[in-house]
Nanobody, 120 residues
Framework: QVQLVESGGGLVQPGGSLRLSCAAA????????MRWYRQAPGKERELVAA???????NHADSVKGRFIISRDNAKKMVSLQMNSLKPEDTAVYYC??????????????WGKGTLVTVSS
């Protein structure tokens, strides 16, 4: 059994900051790429940022310069530092990771999501 558990969502004013965290737990050999997605009301889920096990990152154009993805491999955790938040960043944010559970088994898992609301 593998779980991705997100934390850190909430209500923040425009221009404010939040930090999301996601921890992988369960029977895990290693965690490969980790990602944050978001889904705003009435919109499709979109990739926000990704990070490889080696630390190479990629951020969506809409969040470049404002959001930073990072990870702690020892703790099997990924974080998303969100600065200069805008109302259009309001969404449910989902953690996503490619997890190796055995020599020949790598599967993609999703967290349940955490709500971020940017509003005055």
């Amino acid at each position: 059994q593998v779980q991705l558990v997100e934390s850190g969502g909430g209500l923040v004013q425009p221009g404010g900051s939040l930090r999301l965290s996601c921890a992988a737990a369960g029977s895990i050999i290693s965690v490969n790429d980790m990602r944050w997605y978001r889904q705003a009301p009435g919109k499709e889920r979109e990739l926000v940022a990704a990070i490889t096990s080696g630390g190479t990152t990629n951020h969506a154009d809409s969040v470049k310069g404002r959001f930073i993805i990072s990870r702690d491999n020892a703790k099997k955790m990924v974080s998303l530092q969100m600065n200069s938040l805008k109302p259009e960043d309001t969404a449910v944010y989902y953690c996503n990771a490619d997890i190796r559970r055995s020599l020949y088994n790598v599967m993609t898992y999703w967290g349940k999501g955490t709500l971020v609301t940017v509003s005055s």
